[in-house]
């Protein structure tokens, strides 16, 4: 069974740093894309980026690009999103997601989500 | 502002049918055929209902359906159940720069 597993609930201060975890099990974790999206409070979904572990391809979206970072550690089946200067706008749900099928391509859909992870950034 | 555009809400009666419509361009929507589409329940992960289009994935109820026209993508919903209420979001792939946009969102009511 395929399973992604995000990392727990964090409360942060503007400007500190942040490294968030999504762990897959159940497939073959470097041959699949696993994306991020975002979900600010009440709002809808927004594609943040996305990598391939099996050679850490990674592609952002032009809003997202600059503002985080997305890795992986094929040794643990886990991939992050970084932040190193939070900001209150960074407050939002986040989900990893992987797509349906192995190999490069990117043109599939979401079809695996996380629990999602709530950041939540306040002074 | 949303890369693709929903409306946002829609309702009806259980047992009736409704469509939620999703515009792009031709940058999206027009030049792949690449929608899906996404359930939300209030404190859920999304969950897909609709891939390339029209494709359901395995345990989606055939009461999803999915179609396109030019640039504007369309999911319906047949026999409305009181499950079928939550959040529903399309999704495009948009080329090698943008890669993939989201529409807003449309919250389905069921009356």
């Known amino acids: 069974e395929v399973q992604l597993v995000q990392s727990g609930a964090e409360v942060k201060k503007p400007g500190e740093s942040l490294k968030i975890s999504c762990k897959g099990s159940?497939?073959?974790?470097?041959?699949?894309?696993i994306g991020w999206v975002r979900q600010m409070p009440g709002k809808g979904l927004e594609w943040m980026g996305i990598i391939y572990p099996g050679d850490s391809d990674i592609r952002y979206s032009p809003s997202f690009q600059g503002q985080v970072t997305i890795s992986a550690d094929k040794s643990i089946s886990t991939v992050y999103l970084h932040w190193s200067s939070l900001k209150a706008s960074d407050t939002a749900m986040y989900y990893c997601?992987?797509?349906?099928?192995?190999?490069?391509?990117?043109?599939?859909?979401?079809?695996?989500w996380g629990q999602g992870t709530l950041v939540t950034v306040s002074s | 502002q949303s890369a693709l555009t929903q409306p946002a809400s829609v309702s009806g009666s259980p047992g009736q049918s409704i469509t939620i419509s999703c515009t792009g361009t031709?940058?999206?929507?027009?030049?792949?055929?690449?929608v899906s589409w996404y359930q939300q329940h209030p404190g859920k992960a999304p969950k897909v209902m609709i891939y390339?289009?029209?494709q359901r994935p395995s345990g989606v109820s055939n009461r999803f359906s999915g179609s396109k026209s030019g640039n504007t993508a369309s999911l319906t919903i047949s026999g409305l159940q009181a499950e079928d209420e939550a959040d529903y979001y399309c999704c495009s792939f948009a080329g090698s720069s943008n890669f993939v946009v989201f529409g807003g969102g449309t919250k389905l009511t069921v009356l």
């Open positions: 390339e289009g029209s």
């Open positions: 159940g497939y073959i974790f470097t041959s699949y894309w």
């Open positions: 031709s940058s999206d929507v027009g030049s792949y055929n690449l």
């Open positions: 997601a992987r797509l349906r099928g192995s190999g490069g391509s990117l043109l599939q859909e979401m079809r695996y």
